[in-house]
């Protein structure tokens, strides 16, 4: 039902507004969610007796290969195509090779903008490897709370590159294995290897469970497919339904089957917990969207205890304490989200705030920073020509503007527009 749902919304979507995406947020979260459930429609369809049940199963199977095409997500594709080869070919091990290569081809061959992005993504990433790090890893969180920092810094005197063109906000390094690597060191990748070897070597190669986890191998290695809820819950299930070879037999007491219920229940109440939490901030969201910023405060307040560990969640009530004026207290939320996030959009606030606080060149430093994070933005650039003019460096106003009018735009926009008109008008009277 789920498959034939969000393949009826996309292709509609498709027909109505040349945009695909299902019931999700971008057109390779639905990708990932229909690949994910193919191969249990599939084998079903396969195994079921000639009924109304059946055709049910195999138009669902069509349905879900007609949208993972239209969605042009190339990873998923490929995924697609070696489950349906791993199920009608017998050299199994042949099929997974010329499927990794078909990827490996695709990936650096059509689309090349993005291949590059990817490319540049996969260098920087690498350079937050080091001896320290390298067995254990940075711990949970590392990535999103270091890489920014690092494209800064492979960016800083490349303004004009192409790789600076392409940059953008970074919170996966597009490559589970790689991301897997930096957060929990060599030791994390090889207890990972040692369960998908006992899967491969003891899995039935024609099971739904065998043909996920396959699947989701190829698609972690270009995508970020544990951001969705629906692969984790799979991957959970796919790996309890394995049946391996018995190791040694372990007898669990009766004691210990009631620690392990009492855990469940406690893990569901604080999943309901969180889901309650969730709701009422978004809620708050909305209401600041409406302006509504001081009666949203209290309730903020209330959350921030237990939400306290979710940066974006600490960003997002920094921007509201910012927008309502206590500078301070939002400077305070900010740096404890800085524990669990650094990237373009907390340096632009962190800027913001300084620049309220009067202290310019903190805020100066921020933009600079925020600039070569994302050198393709004009923001940062626009708001440090308005600093400058506002502590009176002229000089300086001028080189900014005419970094401004000169610099390439990504995605032409008014606002840039704007920018770009602000800069000119600023040289034209300033001859």
């Known amino acids: 039902m789920a498959g034939i749902v969000q393949s009826i919304i996309a292709i509609v979507q498709l027909l109505r507004h040349d945009l695909i995406s299902g019931a999700s947020d971008n057109s390779t979260g639905l990708a990932i969610s229909l690949v994910s459930i193919f191969p249990f429609v599939y084998l079903h369809s396969r195994t079921m007796r000639v009924n109304w049940r059946k055709n049910v199963y195999v138009i669902s199977s069509g349905l879900i290969i007609l949208t993972v ?15 349906i080869s791993f199920m009608v070919c017998s050299k199994k091990y042949i099929v997974l090779l010329i499927g990794v290569s078909a990827t490996l081809c695709l990936t650096v061959h059509y689309k090349k903008d993005s291949s590059k992005g990817r490319l540049f993504i996969y260098q920087t990433s690498l350079q937050m490897l080091n001896s320290r790090t390298l067995l254990f890893g940075k711990g949970h969180g590392g ?42 060191g060599i030791a994390g990748c090889i207890l990972a290897f040692i369960v998908c070897l006992l899967l491969f070597k003891h899995s039935d190669h024609n099971s739904p469970h065998f043909l996920f986890v396959l699947a989701l191998g190829i698609i972690a290695c270009f995508s970020y ?20 070879k018995r190791i040694y037999n372990l007898e669990i007491t009766r004691s210990v089957k009631r620690f392990i219920i009492l855990a469940t229940f406690w893990g569901i109440s604080y999943m309901l917990f969180d889901m309650r939490n969730n709701y009422l901030w978004k809620k708050q969201v909305a ?35 910012f927008q309502y004026g206590n500078y301070q207290k939002s400077e ?14 907390t340096e632009l606030l962190h ?3 300084s ?27 626009y708001q440090l020509m308005s ?32 920018i770009i008109q602000e800069a000119n008008s600023f040289l034209g009277n300033h001859q």
């Not at 900010?334 to 373009?344: A, G, K, S, V, W």
């Open 69 to 83: 095409i239209l969605s042009g997500c190339r990873t998923c594709i490929i995924a697609l195509a070696v489950m």
């Open 332 to 345: 305070t939320v900010l740096l404890y989200c800085n524990q669990y996030l650094n990237d373009y959009d």
């Open 355 to 381: 620049r309220s606080l009067k202290r310019f060149d903190k805020a100066e430093d921020y933009y600079i920073r925020a600039s070569q994070m994302c050198p393709n933005r004009f923001q940062p650039l």
């Open 225 to 244: 497919p544990f951001q969705y809820p629906l692969t984790s819950v799979l991957l959970a299930y796919s790996l309890a339904a394995a049946d391996c």
């Open 387 to 418: 600093l400058y003019k506002e502590i009176g460096k002229m000089e300086q106003v001028r080189l900014i503007a005419e970094m401004i009018v000169t610099k390439k735009v990504k995605i032409p926009s008014k606002q840039i527009d704007k």
């Open 143 to 184: 990535f999103k709370r270091e890489y920014m920092y690092f494209q800064a810094r492979s960016l800083k005197n490349r303004t004009q590159s192409s790789n600076a063109i392409l940059a953008d906000n970074v919170f996966h390094p597009l490559n589970e294995y790689l991301l897997l690597l930096i957060e929990h």
């Open 287 to 321: 209401l600041c969207s409406l302006g509504k910023i001081e009666k949203t405060l209290p309730k903020y307040n209330e959350l921030y205890p237990n939400m306290n560990d979710d940066p974006y969640f600490l960003y997002n009530y920094s921007m509201v304490l």
């Open 351 to 353: 800027a913001d705030i």
